[in-house]
């Protein structure tokens, strides 16, 4: 593609989350997460044993980076309220923590940042974990409950808010994969989980909707969901079994949560094969009514990587769990080998796509996308400078089928880089670096600026993609 341009009002920024940034684990009456447990009782499944404690010193630093975030032409960024810091184990609201958020986001508005608060980062507090996490009713009204004093408190603050960050992502990976803590396996139990989490987000719109209506909120505020939809394909010349495979895969990790947004149920054709497989979903009288108040004025694309699957090899796993669709590995992909990860970015556009199609009055916006390399030390010129050619070229492909798919019809409003500033993540911990901006481990968590920020200032400073 030739260089493109991206409209005047479409917003460049940062995505960032409390758990991963802020680091103060045990500061500003803050109770221990689920990540903090996982540190505390295994350090060593996390990269070079380096656990959810310190973030990437954002507390300390906060002024330091809303001033870099400036400096590199971007307007806005996200962040997340941290659940164990906001609220205590008696499910009251921690003073010390509210304190802690006003002046995070009066310092962002002091550097002309504006604000955008997810209320839910996969850091769920420990003692709601042991009582069952989403797999509890109880800890569902937890949340709401968490949501009304969000609002009540920054309501006057900020203006965009969202329920939950990548909903697919605790079902996928704490009881499907089994990959992080408590590492279940088991289908069943991940759909509650991912009924569950569709609840407590309809609860919490519910409870935007009525904090807006009785003037807690500002007059322009807005509620969405952010998820990581993955884009599906199989195949050439696929097979009924094939198609079915994407009917379900998609039906389990995208259509889910857009007509969960758009329409306030769930998709009916999935329910209907999961129950025709044994799989039930912890319904209970008046759910319906609950998840009709779920749409939301926007949602945030989460885009890294497509879905690529085929017709199972078998119905059921060697544990019994049912088995939809076996990964298809496509020929063609072009793999990003430190993450494991297919980089794809006419998926973007695919994606924007479905949206103009199937669901046209919602606006979205690219929430999260960026590339995360191992051993970037080895790309440091004579100074010092990582240069990271092959992000720039990333972020460029990306952006160039955005301003594509808006040409065509897409309501995409911006985009948000994944993490402008390097940051922790998860067991993975420091190993992928997706930055514009070093952060040296070694050297007391000090910034440096990489070649592809001065690319990214160009970019957002003139909307025109080269």
């Not at 010193?57 to 971007?74: I, N, P, Q, V």
């Not at 009881?175 to 088991?186: E, N, S």
């Not at 209907?272 to 004025?297: A, N």
């Amino acid at each position: 593609m030739s260089t493109c341009k991206l409209p005047q009002d479409f917003f460049f920024g940062a995505a960032m989350s409390g758990p991963q940034t802020e680091g103060a684990w045990q500061r500003y009456g803050k109770v221990e997460n689920i990540w903090d447990t996982w540190s505390n009782e295994r350090i060593e499944d996390f990269h070079d044993r380096v656990g959810s404690y310190a973030g990437n010193d954002f507390t300390a630093r906060h002024e330091e980076d809303f001033g870099t975030l400036r400096k590199l032409g971007l307007t806005s960024w996200r962040t997340s309220i941290q659940w164990s810091r906001l609220m205590n184990a008696d499910g009251c609201l921690n003073e010390e923590g509210a304190r802690y958020y006003h002046t995070i986001f009066a310092a962002a508005a002091e550097a002309g940042l504006t604000t955008f608060v997810n209320l839910y980062h996969f850091d769920m507090p420990t003692y709601l974990f042991r009582r069952g996490g989403w797999e509890n009713r109880e800890v569902v009204e937890a949340f709401a409950n968490f949501a009304h004093a969000a609002f009540d408190e920054f309501g006057s603050e900020v203006s965009y808010w969202f329920t939950f960050n990548e909903p697919i992502v605790e079902p996928q990976q704490r009881y499907t994969a089994g990959c992080w803590y408590p590492f279940v396996r088991d289908f069943s139990r991940a759909r509650t989980v991912q009924y569950n989490i569709s609840i407590a987000h309809s609860l919490a719109v519910g409870a935007f909707r009525a904090a807006k209506a009785a003037g807690v909120m500002r007059p322009d505020a807005r509620i969405g969901l952010i998820n990581c939809f993955t884009p599906p394909y199989t195949r050439e010349n696929p097979s009924a079994a094939d198609l079915e495979a994407v009917r379900m895969a998609d039906g389990i990790d995208n259509r889910w949560w857009l007509d969960l947004v758009t329409k306030g149920s769930l998709p009916a054709d999935v329910l209907e094969t999961l129950e025709s497989r044994g799989v039930v979903l912890p319904r209970r009288p008046g759910d319906d009514e609950i998840l009709s108040r779920g749409t939301v004025d926007w949602i945030g694309f989460n885009y890294y990587h497509p879905e690529r699957v085929q017709a199972p090899a078998s119905d059921t796993d060697e544990s019994g769990n049912p088995v939809f669709a076996d990964e298809y590995v496509w020929p063609d992909a072009v793999m990003n080998e430190s993450r494991g990860w297919e980089v794809y970015p006419k998926g973007i556009y695919d994606f924007a796509m479905t949206m103009r199609d199937d669901y046209p009055d919602l606006e979205w916006y690219v929430s999260e996308n960026g590339i995360g390399i191992e051993g970037e030390d080895a790309f440091k010129d004579a100074d010092g400078t990582i240069q990271d050619d092959y992000r720039i070229d990333f972020v460029r492909q990306h952006l160039q089928w955005i301003a594509r798919a808006i040409e065509d019809g897409a309501k995409c409003r911006g985009y948000h880089y994944w993490g402008v500033i390097d940051c922790w993540s998860w067991n993975n911990a420091y190993k992928n670096r997706y930055g514009f901006v070093e952060v040296n481990l070694a050297d007391g968590y000090n910034r440096r600026l990489k070649k592809s920020a001065e690319w990214l200032l160009r970019t957002a400073a003139s909307h025109e993609v080269e």
